[in-house]
């Protein structure tokens, strides 16, 4: 079965850190470029933070810059985002995306993993 997973995450105090990791199987990701999403209640599903295939470029949502680290180890066929100085707005359902960049660009989403900032 081809599928991404995410985990890592719960429930954080504001100001603390989270490393979420977004795993494949069924399929590897070397030749995929890899997108961190978050999905807000209420709100559109956006963008935060995304990498290369061969983790040599990274991009970051402007709310997130500094703060957040996108990374990758292929050999783990493992992408990670490590999340500090988490602030309440951060608060939202995580999503990883898989898009090949090769034919025939086949495209993944994992299932979400929660992510709640609060004291």
């Known amino acids: 079965q081809l599928q991404l997973v995410e985990s890592g995450g719960g429930l954080v105090q504001p100001g603390g850190s989270l490393t979420l990791s977004c795993a494949a199987s069924?399929?590897?990701?070397?030749?995929?470029?890899i997108g961190w999403f978050r999905q807000a209640p209420g709100k559109e599903r956006e963008g935060v933070a995304c990498i290369s295939s061969s983790g040599g470029s990274t991009n970051y949502a402007d709310s997130v810059k500094g703060r957040f680290t996108i990374s990758r180890d292929n050999a783990k066929n493992t992408v990670y985002l490590q999340m500090n100085s988490l602030k309440p707005e951060d608060t939202a359902v995580y999503y990883c995306?898989?898009?090949?960049?090769?034919?025939?660009?086949?495209?993944?989403w994992g299932q979400g993993t929660q992510v709640t900032v609060s004291s």
């Open positions: 069924g399929f590897t990701l070397d030749y995929y470029a």
């Open positions: 995306n898989a898009q090949s960049t090769v034919f025939p660009y086949k495209n993944y």
